[in-house]
């Protein structure tokens, strides 16, 4: 039977794994991440990992708001796991040590107020998909009628979301006079902005002496993070016996890239993450906008327009030569979205992430980018869309066709009958409208947009936008999505 990883298997590792250029014994933990999914272990645990061997201080106690399933592997492995970085010529495979625990926190949700509260913790990053920060419309303010931030509210040492914990370990911070950076690595436009205004509205809501030490003592990173990192699978568990000699339940797959640029604005002592591959700047947005338009909002439109062409995964899709037409065309008015990004060349920039995304070494499903479209597509598609409005006054075809496409997606229905799931925390309602009886198409696209909140009212009053969102969507459920990609762009 294969061997599990773990502190006491080291020795049985192939020799061509990487391991850890550390003591793990010396090591102690400086940073509370909060969201430990494939995401951070591929991305900030592995820039930790690097500085570790710089600096014993930064070791992650590791938070998971819900699931106690990470927990529950990574324990038998003594928080040992590993990162398998794929490209089409090499695989490589290091095994990180940068976890020191995980803390379940419905089980034990003091534990992680006192994690947070430790001065020994001078950072927290934040990985809880668009969702969890609770927005409410704007998409930049609290949604105080969110259930679970009611429920914070009513149980405030029982708490559910990161701004309940986070505010209440402040007050133990208070009382310590520990300052505290947080950073966001979500992917949205100034994530830490947004962070901030939660955490501080809803402090004002329970306490505003408590609000106001948070307003001076807290600081609030903006990040930009970005690496490939499909959902594990048991065939990647399968793959950790290959790589590694041992296995692995907790290994993840990814593409070799990385990148991260963060905001410098801690409150006090700062991980050198700049030593070991991490960009700090003063101003991130640049950043931040380049990478969400041009990766997520392409990744979007690969999703929806894929999906509905029958193409489980993304390098499927892009292998397409309509998909990659639109691809092309989108990301040529995206491009017209950007201003000038330190040191990069956009155009390059582009071409590099086709090519990242035709990685089919590092499968990613076209259903897991296809989730929860009413939280993405602001920031990826329809800010840029309203950019191109107002500074050509004409809509961007390429981004209507990926609304029209999102709209079709909805009715969660394939043109060959099949039914499929539509993940979103609007599900249920924006299936029902999508799935409504329209003999008018403009009407149609309205009454979703309008549902879902994703475009602002003057976006929703402008009738040239509509009308073209809804031509797609009629030409797509008369002729197939097929038929009306192949003639797209032509015209
Ligand atoms: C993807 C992102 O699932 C999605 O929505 O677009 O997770 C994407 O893979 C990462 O942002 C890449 O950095």
């Given at each position: 039977m294969t061997r599990l990883l773990s502190s006491h298997t080291l020795s049985d590792l192939r020799p061509d794994v990487k391991t850890f250029q550390y003591d793990l014994g010396k090591l102690t933990s400086g940073i509370v991440h909060i969201g430990i999914g494939a995401f951070h272990r591929a991305h900030q645990a592995v820039f930790t990992d690097d500085l570790l061997a710089l600096d014993p201080r930064w070791k992650i106690t590791a938070v998971s708001l819900r699931s106690p399933d990470i927990r529950n592997k990574l324990q038998p492995q003594d928080y040992l796991y590993s990162v398998l970085e794929r490209s089409s010529h090499e695989d490589r495979v290091r095994v990180v040590g940068a976890i020191d625990r995980v803390i379940v926190a419905p089980e034990c949700p003091q534990d992680v107020i006192e994690a947070l509260a430790s001065p020994n913790t001078k950072v927290v990053t934040i990985t809880i998909t668009e969702k969890g920060y609770c927005r409410d419309s704007s998409g930049e303010h609290l949604d105080i009628n969110n259930a679970a931030i009611q429920h914070d509210l009513a149980h405030p040492q029982k708490p559910q979301t990161f701004a309940g914990f986070i505010v209440e370990a402040c007050r133990k911070r208070k009382q310590s006079g520990e300052k505290l950076t947080i950073i966001s690595c979500d992917n949205l436009p100034s994530n830490g902005r947004i962070m901030r205004n939660i955490v501080q509205e809803y402090a004002q809501l329970v306490d505003s002496g408590l609000g106001r030490w948070i307003e001076t003592n807290v600081n609030f990173c903006n990040s930009m993070v970005d690496r490939i990192v499909p959902a594990s699978t048991q065939l990647d568990i399968d793959e950790s016996v290959n790589a590694l000699g041992l296995e692995d339940s907790c290994i993840v797959i990814t593409e070799p890239f990385r990148q991260w640029v963060i905001e410098d604005n801690f409150a006090a002592e700062k991980p050198a993450w700049n030593k070991v591959g991490a960009l700090f700047t003063a101003d991130v947005e640049p950043f931040e906008n380049m990478k969400l338009r041009l990766l997520n909002g392409a990744h979007s439109a690969l999703a929806y327009v894929g999906f509905l062409m029958g193409y489980d995964y993304i390098h499927q899709a892009v292998g397409d030569d309509d998909c990659l037409k639109l691809i092309k065309l989108l990301h040529q008015d995206l491009l017209i979205t950007l201003?000038?990004?330190?040191?990069?060349?956009?155009?390059?920039?582009?071409?590099?992430?086709?090519?990242?995304?035709?990685?089919?070494?590092?499968?990613?499903?076209?259903?897991?980018?296809?989730?929860?479209?009413?939280?993405?597509?602001?920031?990826?598609?329809?800010?840029?869309?309203?950019?191109?409005?107002?500074?050509?006054?004409?809509?961007?075809?390429?981004?209507?066709?990926?609304?029209?496409?999102?709209?079709?997606?909805?009715?969660?229905?394939?043109?060959?009958?099949?039914?499929y799931a539509v993940v979103d925390p609007m599900a249920q309602q924006l299936v029902a409208r999508a799935s409504h009886k329209f003999d008018n198409y403009p009407e149609h696209v309205a009454d979703i947009l309008t549902f879902s909140g994703i475009c602002n009212s003057e976006l929703l009053a402008d009738q040239a936008f509509v009308n073209t969102v809804a031509r797609y969507l009629e030409m797509i459920e008369k002729r197939g999505i097929k038929a009306e990609l192949a003639s797209f762009g032509s015209g």
């Open positions: 201003d000038n990004v330190p040191d990069i060349d956009l155009s390059r920039y582009s071409k590099i992430i086709i090519q990242r995304f035709s990685n089919n070494k590092v499968p990613y499903k076209t259903t897991q980018v296809a989730s929860d479209g009413s939280q993405k597509l602001p920031q990826r598609l329809i800010k840029p869309l309203s950019i191109i409005l107002s500074r050509q006054n004409r809509v961007s075809h390429p981004i209507a066709f990926v609304i029209a496409s999102w709209c079709r997606y909805l009715k969660a229905v394939k043109e060959s009958g099949e039914a």
